[in-house]
């Protein structure tokens, strides 16, 4: 397996240049997967700079990096401070998350992100991780099904998801993505069918890795790890992620709540370079149709 095969960045260039690197600068990449983006970041980088990347699939680690000036930490990102304590990472120059699935895992059947592919109901990124897509579609409470797909999922008919999942798991157990697929396929007819398929597969996957409560980890930490004047570029994949890390951006909080000190001055850690969200353009969506959904976010730490 080559990183090639393994992932296709998306907006490549666009998020390196967004970082600002400098021959010495101190790098982090918290989405190190397939290795792209962490090799270019190193050919940028003199002697004297040092990039950090975060990766939690042990899968990844196939692509590891021989270069005395890269560290790796085979952990989920939302332990950022961590890990920059530990190698010396504390002022950082720029922080790089590409959220989302990978292409490996989406192509890896058998780790179960994928609706076309068939494979045990997984959807652990960390595969130490106890949590599993099986878990969360044949114990969670009926209730827990409606917040995972009201929260996580663009869906207009949750209550017939729910009632039948419910009523499937009563019969038997559902293990595959293939059953799952299969019970819900009839739900929605007509070209719309794999896209509400994705979104539902995205809710539990989003449940399963508890991405949005390691997204806000990661966008909470990153003050303490960036130095005055580092920059954050975040790359999203659905309204939800995006709307997080705008409302952060914006007002330093998750919530999007604007907060004053005594003399008026907004409180806020960083300031937005993006006014609007940078996205692919028509002919890297042509290529890369997974970047159709990506939008990159950059700010700068005050």
């Known amino acids: 397996m080559t990183n090639s095969t393994y992932h296709t960045p998306v907006l490549f260039e666009e998020a390196l240049a967004a970082m600002e690197i400098a021959a010495d600068s101190l790098l982090v990449d918290v989405t190190f997967g397939g290795g792209g983006h962490s090799r270019e970041m190193l050919k940028r980088l003199g002697p004297d700079g040092a990039l950090l990347a975060f990766d939690q699939d042990d899968d990844a680690k196939e692509n590891m990096i021989d270069d005395e000036r890269f560290y790796f930490a085979n952990s989920n990102f939302r332990f950022l401070v961590n890990f920059a304590r530990f190698y010396d ?3 950082a120059d720029a922080i790089l998350a590409d959220l989302g699935v990978s292409s490996h895992q989406f192509d890896a059947g058998e780790r179960g992100f994928s609706i076309r592919e068939e494979g045990q109901l997984d959807m652990r990124m960390n595969q130490r991780a106890e949590l599993t897509a099986f878990q969360v579609v044949n114990k969670y409470p009926e209730k827990e099904l409606y917040r995972i797909f009201n ?3 663009d869906l207009k008919n949750v209550p017939k998801v729910v009632r039948a999942i419910s009523a499937k798991r009563r019969e038997v157990k559902i293990e595959t993505t293939a059953q799952l697929v299969d019970l819900l396929s009839d739900l929605v007819k007509g070209n719309k069918q794999n896209q509400f398929l994705a979104q539902v597969f995205q809710a539990i ?20 790890v960036l130095k005055p004047g580092g920059r954050l570029v975040v ?14 951006f914006r007002s330093g909080n998750v919530e999007g709540k604007i907060e ?3 003399y008026g ?5 960083f300031r937005a370079i993006t006014k609007k969200p940078v996205v692919p353009n028509e002919e890297e969506v042509e290529c890369n149709p997974r970047a159709r959904s ?3 976010r950059v700010a700068v730490r005050v």
């Not at 790359?235 to 952060?248: A, G, P, Q």
């Not at 001055?265 to 850690?269: A, F, G, H, T």
């Open 89 to 91: 990472f504390m002022e």
């Open 151 to 153: 929260s996580y999922a």
């Open 205 to 224: 996957r989003i449940e399963v890795n508890d991405e949005m409560g390691a997204l806000v980890d990661l966008l909470e930490q990153s003050v303490k």
């Open 235 to 248: 790359i999203s994949y659905h309204s939800i992620e995006d709307r997080l890390v705008k409302n952060f």
């Open 260 to 262: 004053s000190d005594f």
């Open 265 to 269: 001055v907004v409180q806020k850690p």
């Open 294 to 296: 990506a939008k990159m």
